[in-house]
């Protein structure tokens, strides 16, 4: 655990652009994905617990292009996929952006997902527990899995009272259907869970079996399952906490 206390955390800073070149003839990548991807596999996630916490780098949440950083900023929904990976991935939510642009009134729904309280509690659940990618899209296996090349990946993390945190990221350029099946997650599948949307701070309905959303082009849907019993766990079967 002291590895990851003093490690940051990716191929290249972290720029304020989805994509600002591709890898190639030895030049790393860099952009949003690439520091996404970093913090899928140039570390174990299962390093992140109390004290020592793997780190994605400053966030450029809200910057839009005008920070100090190479980029040219990023679409709010792209600024949304970062502050909420970087909440259920548990790295540090260092912002990197000038707050007094965002108390003059300059771009106010950016500020309002930094005040989101329900991605920063994800974030900081007392729990401690570490996330895991559940699954991705082309396969971890695939020679088509690159960061140029992956459109969909579902992180889930275990929370304090037995929830679940789950998040579904489009890296499409596409609207995308995506689902994650209560097998891929550890779970019973005659679990029913409460689903609470993060994002847009409200009960969403339940589910059984799977969760699914429809997500927009580069963004997200994040939830938190809770088990209908209080008593209950969806920690899973153990697996959950096996990073991949």
Not at 62 to 72: E, F
Not at 139 to 153: E, L, Y
Request: proline content about 5%; charged content about 15%; overall charge negative.
């Amino acid at each position: 655990h002291n590895l990851a206390n003093s490690l940051l955390v990716e191929y290249d800073n972290a720029f304020d652009a989805w994509l600002l070149r591709e890898e190639s003839d030895g030049t790393p990548g860099a952009g949003l994905i690439y520091n996404i991807d970093a913090m899928l596999q140039a570390t174990r996630l299962d390093y992140s617990a109390p004290g020592s916490w793997n780190d994605g780098d400053m966030l450029q949440v809200c910057n839009y292009g005008d920070g100090h950083t190479p980029g040219h900023g990023m679409s709010l929904n792209e600024y949304r996929v970062m502050y909420t990976v970087w909440s259920i991935l548990a790295s540090p939510l260092i912002l990197g952006t000038d707050l007094q642009r965002l108390a003059r009134g300059e771009h106010p729904e950016c500020l309002a997902l930094l005040l989101n309280a329900d991605i920063v509690a994800v974030n900081q659940d007392p729990a401690a527990l570490p996330a895991r990618l559940v699954a991705q899209l082309p396969p971890f296996d695939s020679a088509n899995a690159t960061t140029v090349g992956i459109i969909a990946q579902v992180l889930a993390r275990p929370l304090s009272r037995g929830r679940l945190a789950v998040l579904l990221l489009n890296r499409s350029g596409q609207p995308a259907r995506l689902s994650v099946s209560w097998a891929q997650l550890g779970l019973s599948a005659a679990d029913k869970v409460g689903v609470y949307d993060v994002v847009a701070q409200r009960d969403a309905g339940s589910a059984t079996g799977a969760y699914t959303a429809d997500v927009p082009s580069h963004d997200v849907s994040f939830v938190v399952l809770r088990p209908a019993d209080s008593g209950h766990s969806l920690h899973g079967h153990g697996d959950l906490l096996r990073s991949v």
